[in-house]
């Protein structure tokens, strides 16, 4: 099984800047790794898949990068409504598909 | 417009078996590359894959929990079953259904979930 570890546990940031979380994978996962957005009481959202390709909908400030076993999702300038757990789910070990603990993002 | 709605017992006693329909549209389990998943998530844990199932019934379980899974389809009905056996209060969490996106090889897939369904909250208690 491959396992999904995303840093920092918690990130706290001010509304407007920049938060930078990271996923890294116990072995690696070439760009096969999605991005979800969970805000409490609702299901999560696909934000990113293939690394770095946004899904549909998704605002030009999300951003993802990395391959192998290091990844990183980028939101550039904050909105309230980002303000969320954040998971990684690797999807190269299929069947094996494995989450991140995630990463909750708050204000500051 | 793609949607998926579970539903299922909110409250099942140790040992008893749970079942969860998924019920869909806007795809169809009849066409080729198509799949429904199961994801859940304990409350304030991460989430946890579980099992999938594709157009042509090709079965896929979680190691950890494969003894107890069993995923069946309607293609008719649009619809997706989990059943898990001998529930225990650690089984406790939202359990959701998605569509798996990506591709299929011959041999393999590549898969990650959108959309996903509402979820619904199973609690194992006696």
């Known amino acids: 099984e491959i396992v999904m570890t995303q840093s920092p546990a918690t990130l706290s940031v001010s509304p407007g800047e920049r938060a930078t979380l990271s996923c890294r994978a116990s072995q690696s996962v070439s760009s096969n790794l999605a991005w979800y957005q969970q805000k409490p009481g609702q299901a999560p959202r696909l934000l990113i898949y293939g690394a770095s390709t946004r899904a549909t909908g998704i605002p030009a400030r999300f951003s993802g990068s990395g391959s192998g076993t290091e990844f990183t999702l980028t939101i550039s300038s904050l909105q309230s409504e980002d303000f969320a757990v954040y998971y990684c789910?690797?999807?190269?070990?299929?069947?094996?598909?494995?989450f991140g603990q995630g990463t909750r993002l708050e204000i500051k | 417009q793609i949607t998926l709605k579970e539903s299922g017992p909110t409250l099942v006693k140790p040992t008893q078996t749970l079942t969860l329909t998924c019920t869909f549209s806007g795809f169809s389990l009849s066409t080729s590359g198509v799949g429904v998943g199961w994801i859940r998530q304990p409350p304030g844990k991460a989430l946890e894959w579980l099992a999938l199932i594709y157009w042509n019934d090709d079965k896929r379980y979680s190691p950890s929990l494969k003894s107890r899974l069993t995923i069946t389809k309607d293609t008719s009905k649009n619809q997706v079953v989990l059943t898990m056996t001998n529930m225990d209060p650690v089984d406790t969490a939202t359990y959701y259904c998605a569509r798996p996106r990506g591709y299929c090889s011959s041999t393999s897939c590549r898969n990650w979930f959108d959309p996903w369904g509402q979820g619904t909250l199973v609690t194992v208690s006696s």
């Open positions: 789910q690797q999807y190269n070990n299929w069947p094996l598909l494995t």
